[in-house]
């Protein structure tokens, strides 16, 4: 379906649930009035130092373990573009995302796949058995809504391959599953935060790696060097000192999807 279709149906009452945007009115209508106060911003620079900062703070970790990227996609080709030589084997969930296979799939990497229901034993047997070069987790799973909790998560960190654990979803999970403790001891993990879903942000694309000191400044190379604007970095900044106006959306949004299902 074209955007403007799309468009046009959302403003006479529908809803887009294959785009997996916040559709909270409640919290669309408080987005609104940051954006009111963050318009005149488009004609200066961003400050990323004090930006990196402020995230830093508010994720729990050093400066120097993440990098704003622009959107998910800026995010998945440095970590393609660095951890996964051409032709090298990368290992997915199936189904997962599935943005991510096609982006791994222009680097001739060798996908293998592994159902989504598989135990995390079974994963990381895998992983072992047959080389795997880069596994990608989205976790919570796009699109089965999977979890695997910090005890599993942990039994990645011995395997010879780098893990891209993509928690895009982790407001929605009700455990906080996070691999975040993981990244100090382990350089093979990194983790994929979005703005996109539960923060209502997808068409500003803001994503944020976080990861071990030693591996972020690897990638850091990779990435664009002002891919994040000035607008985004005030919303999401007016949002990490108001985050209650996003907890309150994703439990609005809870009792949305009980009441659908």
């Not at 209508?29 to 900062?53: A, H, R």
């Not at 120097?64 to 440095?78: F, L, N, R, S």
């Not at 780098?162 to 906080?176: M, P």
């Not at 500003?204 to 030693?214: A, K, T």
């Amino acid at each position: 379906m074209d955007l403007s279709k799309r468009e046009q149906l959302f403003k006479a009452g529908y809803y887009n649930l294959d785009r997996n945007e916040n559709l909270d009115r409640v919290y669309l209508k408080q987005l609104d009035e940051i954006f009111k106060k963050c318009s005149s911003l488009v004609s200066v620079y961003p400050d990323y130092p004090k930006f990196t900062l402020r995230l830093a703070s508010f994720f729990g970790v050093s400066p120097h373990q993440i990098i704003p990227t622009c959107g998910c996609t800026e995010a998945i080709k440095i970590a393609g573009d660095f951890l996964i030589d051409t032709g090298g084997s990368v290992l997915v969930l199936d189904p997962t995302y599935q943005s991510a296979v096609s982006y791994f799939e222009t680097l001739d990497a060798n996908i293998h796949t592994i159902p989504a229901d598989s135990t995390m034993d079974e994963i990381v047997e895998y992983i072992n058995k047959n080389d795997i070069e880069f596994f990608y987790l989205c976790n919570p799973n796009n699109p089965t809504g999977g979890v695997f909790e910090l005890d599993d998560l942990k039994k990645l960190a011995n395997c010879n391959a780098y893990i891209f654990v993509d928690e895009s979803y982790a407001e929605f999970c009700l455990y906080g599953t996070t691999a975040k403790s993981l990244i100090h001891t382990n350089p093979n993990i990194i983790i994929g935060r979005s703005f996109s879903k539960a923060w209502g942000l997808a068409g500003l694309r803001v994503r944020l790696f976080i990861g071990n000191e030693e591996t972020i400044a690897q990638l850091s190379p990779f990435k664009l060097k002002a891919g994040v604007n000035s607008v985004a970095v005030r919303i999401i900044s007016e949002l990490m000192d108001n985050y209650k106006l996003i907890s309150e959306s994703v439990e609005r949004i809870q009792i949305g999807d009980d009441y659908i299902r």
